[in-house]
């Protein structure tokens, strides 16, 4: 992969490729940063600067036979660690290995995408991923070894969040005094998720959002939009790349998301005293709780999206709003002004408090119906005045 294709980041790739050239190679990085903003590509793009011995800043000028392993991600001294799940394919003890078929097909496909999108590609979305200590046992196997060309050996585990603790503890040594000529990539989003020994033995580089040129000018030039179509994307895409991909292709779970959640609003607004309402709420909680737990979550995480949006909306804070509802009878200005500062903050805990619940294996259509009777209250709630 070349450092030319990944969008943005500039001073990230020239931090890296600066430090390869220099012989300064830490043993352990963590990438940290947002859905969509690229620390995958450019992992996989520093991995291969590495071991095709690169220079001069990208990909093109060392070892030819090397980088053309790259474009088949089939270097044998790269490797992977990622979530997964028991499927049809694999029952017990899954680990990436397993896996690797479907993982180079996503990063064709989806360089960018996301953790929902990996579980939909192994069709394991109704399930939770994780990293295990199956997976750690694979990895400190296969780092054990010589590297196959003679150089440095590459690990990139990403979501790297979703290591539980048997995997961390197993790994922290490897980490910390890993083999010769052996690096760490570890990639996440939330790096708080991610127990303080392993961090602390990580040189972390924080990745922002890509500005909304940078996605509408790739738009532009992969997606052939014209300017007005790819202006409206990237503003609506709030810096993530992947979302951008899915808003064109008419494939973002948002689609689905806003329809849940308009239908979910309504409801609640029209509970109070009603008990035909109620019945609704209840109907309505019943049906997401079929769909899969990461499906869940992904919808919670839309509803804070979306109510951040709308306080946004009434604090009159146009440049930060960029959610345009597709639904024509729903208007973000008339739900806007029922989200305020009287109520954000319990809104956000309460769904917060759901996140964790059905992460946890809770009942999902407990969880939910306690979480739609809650906001009945709240979105009936004043505006406190400041005195």
Known sequence: MLFSEILGQEHIKKHLTQSADNGRLPHAQLFVGPEGCGTLPMAIAYAQYILCNNSHGENNSGNAACNLKFEHLSHPDLHFAFPVTS???VKKHPVSAHYLEEWRQLLKEQPYGNLFDWYRMLGVDNKQGLISVDEAQDIVKSLSLKAYEGGFKVMII?????MNAACANKLLKLIEEPPNKTIFI?????EEQIINTIRSRCQVLHFPPLAEDIIKNALMKNKHLNEVEATKIAHQSNGN???ACDLINKSSEDLQFETWFIF???SAFKAKGNKAAIHDLISWSEDIAKSGRETQKQFLHFCLDFFRQAMLLNYKAHDLVYYEPETDSFELEKFAPFVHGGNI????????DAMYHIERNGNAKIILTDLSIKLTRLLHKKETSVQ
């Open 345 to 352: 903050m319990e809104i956000s805990n309460e769904l917060q």
């Open 158 to 162: 990403w979501m790297a969040e979703k």
């Open 186 to 190: 570890l990639i996440a989003e939330d």
């Open 241 to 243: 790349y992947n979302k």
């Open 87 to 89: 499927s049809d394919k």
């Open 264 to 266: 979910w609003i309504r």
